[in-house]
C-alpha cells in the first residue's frame, strides 16, 4: 500500500517572516500544506499570497489561545482576560475547561466565525487543527468536528503519534552525533558545546542569517534536545485517551484523521529525527508537522519560543537531503485532500 504524507506548517499568518518561511518551504522544498490564523497580524498578506500558489494546500489553524478573538470579547466572555484577549497558553484554557469555566457556546460561536472569516476570503479549506492542539480536549473536538462536517472539510488532526523514533534511532546517541545538524544547512551551526559561532553567510535560500547572540541564546545542547525531546514525549503519550475518544467522534463524522507526527521533535526536528519518521511511515496518510519561518525581531515579540528552529527547519525542509529522503523511500507528497503535490526538483535527486 502506498505510503502518503502531507507536510503541514503551523502558524501561517502569525508573522510576515513566517509566511515568507512557509512559502519558500513550499515552492523550494517538500511542504505541501499550512494551517492558516484566521485573525493574525499577518493573515492578510498570507490569503493574498496564498491566491498565487494553488498547488498549496490550505486548512484553518483554529485559535482559542494565545491571541485575540474574531467576535468581539463581550460575545465570549469565557474565552478571554480583561484585556480582551484570549489566554496565554493552552495550561489555564484546558484547566478553566475542565473547572467549567469555558462555555461551549462561546468556543462553537468563535471557531465558527474563524472558519467563515477565512471562507469569506475565498480560501478552499483542506482541514481543520488548532494553535497549540487545544482541539484535542474531546468536547472542544466534538466542536470542530461539527464544523468540519457543516463546511464539507474532509479532514481534522488528532494531535497524538502513536509511534515516533525519538531523533531517528537512539535520542541520547543521535543527539550526541547530530547536535550540529540542528542548524548546519546555512553555514549557522551550534557546536556540541552549545556556543554559536559568527553567522555572516545567507541562509540555503540566500534569505536572513541569524545574529550569533540569537543562537547563542538558544544554548542548543544535547542535554537540553534530549530533555525536551523526553518532555514532549510525555505530553504526547498522557494526550492518548484524549486521542482515542477524538477518533471516535471524528469517525462518527466521517472525517478523515491521518497518522500524525512532528509533536515529539517540535523545535528539534534534526535529519536524523525526520529519516526515522519517514522510514517509519505507515501505509495510508500521515501528516508531519512543521514550524518553517524566519527569525526576526517581530516573530521574537510574538512570545512564541519557536524562533531559532523555525529558520533552520526551513533549512531542513528545502534540503537534499529531504528530498533524496523521499525519493529513496518511495513516499508520495500530498496535501490534506489528497491532491499530490509534484515537486519539479526532484527530478534532479537520484
Not at 467576535?71 to 467549567?100: E, H, M, N
Not at 545538524?181 to 557546536?191: M, N, Q, T, V, W
Not at 556540541?192 to 542548543?220: D, F, K, W
Request: aromatic share 4%; with cysteine.
Amino acid at each position: 500500500m502506498v505510503r502518503r504524507l502531507v507536510v503541514n506548517a503551523d502558524d501561517l499568518g502569525l508573522t510576515v517572516g513566517v509566511n515568507d518561511g512557509i512559502f519558500d518551504a513550499h515552492d523550494h522544498g517538500i511542504l505541501t500544506s499550512a494551517s492558516l490564523f484566521a485573525g493574525a497580524p499577518a493573515t492578510s498578506d498570507a490569503i493574498r499570497r496564498a491566491r498565487g500558489r494553488p498547488s498549496l494546500g490550505v486548512g484553518v489553524h483554529l485559535a482559542l489561545v494565545d491571541g485575540t478573538p474574531t467576535l468581539p470579547p463581550r460575545r465570549v466572555p469565557t474565552l478571554v482576560a480583561d484585556d480582551g484577549r484570549f489566554r496565554r497558553s493552552w495550561k489555564p484554557f484546558i484547566v478553566a475547561c475542565l473547572r467549567g469555566r469555558v462555555s461551549l457556546a462561546e468556543v462553537e460561536l468563535e471557531l465558527t466565525a474563524q472558519v467563515d472569516r477565512l471562507r469569506s476570503a475565498g480560501v478552499r479549506l483542506t482541514h481543520l487543527d488548532a494553535h497549540k492542539h487545544v482541539h484535542a480536549y474531546p468536547p472542544v473536538f466534538a466542536i470542530v468536528a461539527r464544523l468540519a462536517g457543516r463546511f464539507g472539510i474532509p479532514v481534522v488532526r488528532v494531535p497524538y503519534e502513536r509511534w515516533s523514533p525519538i531523533g531517528g534511532g537512539s535520542a541520547r546517541g543521535t543527539l550526541a552525533a547530530r547536535s550540529e545538524s540542528l542548524a548546519a544547512f546555512d553555514g549557522r551551526c551550534i557546536p556540541a558545546g552549545g556556543v554559536a559561532p559568527p553567522s555572516n553567510t545567507p541562509g540555503i535560500l540566500g534569505r536572513r542569517a541569524l545574529p550569533a547572540g540569537r543562537l547563542a541564546r538558544l544554548g542548543a545542547t544535547p542535554n537540553f534536545h534530549h530533555g525536551l525531546l523526553r518532555l514532549q514525549a510525555l505530553l504526547n503519550a498522557a494526550m492518548r485517551p484524549w486521542a482515542r475518544r477524538d477518533y471516535r467522534i471524528a469517525a462518527s463524522h466521517d472525517l478523515r484523521t491521518p497518522h500524525f507526527a512532528g509533536r515529539i521533535h517540535t523545535g528539534i526536528l534534526s535529519v536524523d529525527a525526520l529519516a526515522g519518521v519517514v522510514r517509519a511511515l505507515q501505509p495510508g496518510v500521515t501528516e508531519l508537522m512543521v514550524h518553517p519561518g524566519y527569525a526576526d525581531d517581530e516573530l521574537e515579540r510574538t512570545g512564541t519560543r519557536l524562533v531559532e528552529s523555525r529558520q533552520q527547519e526551513l533549512d531542513l525542509l528545502c534540503s537534499l537531503e529531504a528530498r533524496a529522503l523521499l525519493v529513496g523511500e518511495r513516499v508520495d507528497l500530498v496535501r490534506h485532500d489528497l491532491t499530490h503535490v509534484i515537486k519539479r526538483s526532484f527530478r534532479h535527486v537520484s
